[in-house]
C-alpha cells in the first residue's frame, strides 16, 4: 500500500457508509453499493484496499484439502487491506477464529466475504473486521478451492477490481474504484461536515424540518 493508498483509507475509514452512499450516487455510482452482506457483529468497521480472492463451491470432497488455502489469503494481504472473497453466495465457512488471529496479528483491516464465516465468538474476541452473507459452523475444507488471487471480481453482484478501497460499517459496504475514490472521499466529507453543522443547529434549537431545508443532503 502506497502513502497516497494509506491517506486514503484513514480518510475514508472516518467516513459513515451512508456518507459515502450520498457521494457515490452524485457520481453515478450507486451499484458499487454491496446489498446484502453486513457484519458478522455490532460494531465492526474497516477501510482499506482490496485483496481479491475468487473461490469455486462443491459439495463435502469435491475438492482436496490444500485446495482452502486461508493462508494464501492472508500471506497475499498487507498492512491495512482488506480482503475480499468472491465465494458464490454459499453457505460454507471459508474463514473463522484461527484465520481472524493471524489476520489482525498482521494488521489486515478486515474481511469481506460473498459466502459463510464462523466462530464468531472468536471473531468478536479478536476484534477483527468481518463481513459475510452466512454464519455457518460448516467447514469449507474440500468444499471450497482459491482459484485465483489478485484478479478482478465480483462480491454480492458488485464489482472489484484489486486495489479498489473498500469501506465497510454496521450499516454496509461500500467499493470506491480506485480512480475515482479521492474525489468520492472528497465529496463525502463535505457532507459530513454538513451532517456536522446540522447536529449543532439542532442543538441550539432549529426543527429537524428546518434542518432538512438548510442542509439538503442530510
Same mark, same amino acid.
Given at each position: 500500500?502506497? =502513502?497516497? =493508498?494509506?491517506?486514503?483509507?484513514?480518510?475514508?475509514?472516518?467516513?459513515?457508509?451512508?456518507?459515502?452512499?450520498?457521494? /457515490?450516487?452524485? +457520481?453515478?455510482?450507486?451499484?458499487?453499493? /454491496? %446489498?446484502?452482506?453486513?457484519?458478522?457483529? %455490532?460494531?465492526?468497521?474497516?477501510?482499506?484496499?482490496?485483496?481479491?480472492?475468487?473461490?469455486?463451491?462443491? *459439495?463435502?470432497?469435491?475438492?482436496?484439502? *490444500?485446495?482452502?488455502? &486461508?493462508?494464501?489469503?492472508? =500471506?497475499?494481504?498487507?498492512?491495512?487491506?482488506?480482503?475480499?472473497?468472491?465465494?458464490?453466495?454459499?453457505?460454507?465457512?471459508?474463514?473463522?477464529?484461527?484465520?481472524?488471529?493471524?489476520?489482525?496479528?498482521?494488521?489486515?483491516?478486515? /474481511? &469481506?466475504?460473498?459466502?459463510?464465516?464462523?466462530?464468531? *465468538?472468536?471473531?468478536?474476541?479478536?476484534? +477483527?473486521?468481518? +463481513?459475510?452473507?452466512?454464519?455457518?459452523?460448516?467447514?469449507?475444507?474440500?468444499?471450497?478451492?482459491?482459484?485465483?488471487?489478485?484478479?478482478?471480481? &465480483?462480491?454480492?453482484?458488485?464489482?472489484?477490481?484489486?486495489?479498489?478501497?473498500?469501506?465497510?460499517?454496521?450499516?454496509?459496504?461500500?467499493?470506491?474504484?480506485? @480512480?475515482?475514490?479521492?474525489?468520492?472521499?472528497?465529496?463525502?466529507?463535505? +457532507?459530513?461536515?454538513? @451532517?456536522?453543522?446540522? $447536529?449543532? =443547529?439542532?442543538?441550539?434549537?432549529?426543527?429537524?424540518?428546518?434542518?432538512?431545508?438548510?442542509?439538503?443532503? $442530510?
Amino acid at each position: 500500500m502506497t =502513502d497516497s =493508498d494509506r491517506s486514503l483509507a484513514r480518510r475514508a475509514e472516518n467516513l459513515a457508509t451512508s456518507t459515502l452512499a450520498n457521494a /457515490l450516487d452524485d +457520481f453515478g455510482l450507486a451499484d458499487m453499493i /454491496l %446489498p446484502t452482506i453486513k457484519a458478522v457483529a %455490532p460494531g465492526l468497521r474497516c477501510a482499506g484496499p482490496a485483496i481479491t480472492v475468487r473461490q469455486s463451491v462443491g *459439495e463435502v470432497g469435491t475438492f482436496a484439502s *490444500e485446495d482452502f488455502r &486461508v493462508g494464501a489469503m492472508i =500471506d497475499a494481504a498487507g498492512l491495512g487491506d482488506v480482503i475480499m472473497i468472491e465465494a458464490s453466495g454459499a453457505n460454507i465457512s471459508t474463514w473463522g477464529g484461527m484465520a481472524s488471529f493471524a489476520a489482525k496479528h498482521k494488521g489486515i483491516a478486515g /474481511l &469481506v466475504v460473498d459466502g459463510g464465516a464462523r466462530d464468531l *465468538e472468536e471473531i468478536v474476541g479478536f476484534e +477483527f473486521p468481518v +463481513f459475510a452473507r452466512h454464519l455457518t459452523p460448516t467447514t469449507g475444507r474440500t468444499r471450497l478451492k482459491v482459484e485465483a488471487i489478485g484478479e478482478p471480481i &465480483v462480491v454480492d453482484g458488485v464489482p472489484v477490481a484489486p486495489g479498489d478501497l473498500v469501506v465497510a460499517d454496521g450499516t454496509g459496504i461500500v467499493v470506491l474504484p480506485t @480512480d475515482k475514490a479521492a474525489e468520492i472521499i472528497e465529496a463525502a466529507e463535505g +457532507f459530513d461536515a454538513d @451532517d456536522k453543522a446540522a $447536529i449543532e =443547529d439542532l442543538a441550539g434549537g432549529l426543527s429537524f424540518s428546518e434542518a432538512m431545508a438548510k442542509y439538503t443532503r $442530510i
